[in-house]
């Protein structure tokens, strides 16, 4: 059956567009009028057109966002909550869903769940969109018989995982995009104005001072090497990036990371929130302790933390309680500790780790304003001191050839 597209509009006057699957065009145009649509445009789809092919190849190349699996999940929950079959709910949702690889992970999930498999095990099968953390809550749901609410929790909590996000990269914005311009600036500088000037002071003769000689060498490397030097830079970013993910190298930046001036505070307190935050999650969701533990290993995003819980694992595995063990770690502060005991003593864990997830939220939030403030006008500072050397630099030789000239008139007259 042909495919169409169609642009259509309420009774209020809202726009809707979607696509659907018919006979005939007459039959669609039938359909929406008798559904009450003002019919603004229809257009049959050939799928096998060489531009259908290439941007339904585009679309696939488009990572899914926790946004979309957020969007996933609440209407999963609202649509079991509604009693509708799993199977029937998630064919729903492919078909409204944008996002060209997650609709391909949809449908193999449906296609797994009727053969018989868990809705825990067919997500399972996909851990790049779907991870351990999301995977062990949504088993938990289905053995308790609490699917909905386990969905409807996942939802939740990824929408607040992106507004995390969403304000450390707002914070960051600004200064990165300063750091950049001043990087482009200088770049400008020592390719095209500096050999101006190199050209100049080579016809006088003058002896350069050292700063202009420094600018003078960092010119010539960019000059000459400027590829080779890219090149390089890109090599190393992508060699740091692969080698943060072995446990051993990553263990190495993130110490680093956390012992970075100001930073490093600000890595652990997101560090704490998302360890706080994920333990609470699982333990909410009916996850047993030991289960939940691994799953924050996993998850934590980093790998200092994530061995102190792998330790508090293997202590609890022995009899002990979980705040002992994470405090001979060195890596959890004694709010987190206290806090920690108080939930295992009075049984509310999961309460008191939500509590302290929320405490290292809101310290995040007033971390990052407090940088941004910060960083403002000490990157407006750096980008003069930058800017202010190149020109010193580049006018010292030429203040020094204008004082020889005049001295040597002064002796020519006398």
């Given at each position: 059956m042909p495919k169409f597209n169609f642009v259509v509009k309420d009774p209020a006057g809202k726009t809707i567009q979607g696509s659907i699957t018919m006979d005939r065009k007459d039959q669609l145009i039938e359909r929406l009028r008798d559904q009450g649509y003002y019919i603004s445009r229809i257009n049959e789809v050939n799928e096998n057109s060489i531009y259908q092919r290439l941007d339904r190849a585009v679309q696939r190349l488009n990572p899914v966002k926790l946004k979309d699996i957020a969007v996933f999940a609440r209407l999963l929950s609202t649509m079991i909550n509604a009693g509708l079959p799993i199977l029937r709910a998630l064919r729903i949702i492919e078909k409204q869903t944008e996002n060209l690889t997650l609709v391909d992970t949809i449908r193999d999930i449906s296609q797994k769940v009727e053969e018989g498999y868990s809705l825990?095990?067919?997500?399972?099968?996909?851990?790049?969109?779907?991870?351990?953390?999301?995977?062990?809550?949504?088993?938990?749901?289905?053995?308790?018989?609490?699917?909905?609410?386990?969905?409807?929790?996942?939802?939740?909590?990824?929408?607040?995982?992106?507004?995390?996000?969403?304000?450390?990269?707002?914070?960051?914005?600004?200064?990165?995009?300063?750091?950049?311009?001043?990087?482009?600036?200088?770049?400008?500088?020592?390719?095209?104005?500096?050999?101006?000037?190199?050209?100049?002071?080579?016809?006088?003769?003058?002896?350069?001072?050292?700063?202009?000689?420094?600018?003078?060498?960092?010119?010539?490397?960019?000059?000459?090497?400027?590829?080779?030097?890219?090149?390089?830079?890109?090599?190393?970013?992508?060699?740091?990036?692969?080698?943060?993910?072995?446990?051993?190298?990553?263990?190495?930046?993130?110490?680093?990371?956390?012992?970075?001036?100001?930073?490093?505070?600000?890595?652990?307190?997101?560090?704490?929130?998302?360890?706080?935050?994920?333990?609470a999650i699982l333990l909410r969701s009916g996850v047993p302790i030991i289960k939940a533990l691994t799953v924050v290993e996993e998850t934590v995003g980093n790998f200092i933390i994530a061995s102190a819980v792998a330790k508090a694992k293997e202590s609890i595995k022995e009899g002990e309680r979980i705040a002992y063990p994470l405090e001979e770690t060195n890596e959890f502060p004694p709010m987190v500790i206290d806090m920690i005991s108080v939930g295992e003593e009075t049984g509310s864990l999961d309460d008191m780790l939500q509590k302290v997830s929320e405490f290292y939220d809101r310290e995040v939030d007033y971390t990052i304003d407090s940088f941004t403030t910060m960083i403002e006008p000490l990157m407006i500072v750096t980008l003069g001191v930058i800017l202010g050397f190149v020109v010193v630099s580049l006018y010292l030789p030429l203040f020094s050839a204008i004082r020889t000239m005049s001295e040597a008139g002064v002796e020519s007259g006398v």
């Open positions: 825990s095990y067919s997500m399972g099968q996909h851990p790049k969109i779907f991870g351990p953390l999301i995977v062990a809550m949504i088993k938990s749901g289905e053995e308790s018989g609490s699917l909905d609410i386990v969905l409807d929790r996942i939802s939740h909590d990824l929408e607040r995982e992106i507004e995390i996000r969403t304000n450390v990269q707002a914070g960051v914005r600004y200064p990165v995009i300063i750091l950049i311009a001043a990087t482009l600036i200088v770049i400008l500088v020592l390719y095209y104005i500096v050999p101006k000037f190199k050209q100049i002071f080579e016809e006088m003769g003058a002896d350069l001072p050292t700063p202009t000689k420094v600018l003078v060498a960092a010119s010539n490397a960019i000059t000459n090497y400027f590829f080779w030097v890219l090149g390089g830079i890109i090599i190393v970013a992508i060699v740091v990036r692969q080698a943060s993910k072995v446990p051993f190298f990553g263990r190495m930046i993130n110490r680093i990371q956390l012992k970075l001036p100001a930073f490093g505070l600000l890595f652990r307190k997101i560090a704490l929130s998302r360890f706080s935050r994920t333990l």
